[in-house]
């Protein structure tokens, strides 16, 4: 897209390596590397550095438009069923 862009991306990958600021995982494929808007563009958010934050593409997209504390929700609700999933395989680990 634009070098506007790139130089965020650049910034954030200089600042907090390639970390995904929604799992928390490293993100080792370039591809799967995007730039997360906190406060997501259709809701008003901008397309400045403190609004943005390295992502995987599949975590960016689970995220999708929600505000972050939709998302946290979201997130809580998902791990809740993780766990039980996991309890249900008896494969429980953290
Ligand atoms: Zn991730």
């Known amino acids: 897209m634009s070098s506007r862009n790139n130089s ?4 954030l ?3 907090n390596g390639r970390r995904c600021a929604i799992c ?6 370039l591809d799967e590397l995007t730039v997360d808007h906190i406060v997501p563009k259709s809701k008003g958010g901008r397309h400045t550095i403190d609004n943005c934050q390295l992502a995987h593409k599949s975590c960016n997209s689970l995220k999708n438009d ?3 504390e939709e998302f946290e929700k979201a997130l809580r609700y998902n791990r809740k069923r993780v766990l039980i999933m996991r309890i249900r395989k008896g494969i429980l680990f953290w």
Do not use: A
């Open 8 to 11: 965020i991306k650049l910034q």
């Open 13 to 15: 990958l200089w600042e």
């Open 24 to 29: 928390g995982k490293k993100i080792r494929n």
């Open 66 to 68: 929600k505000m972050p």
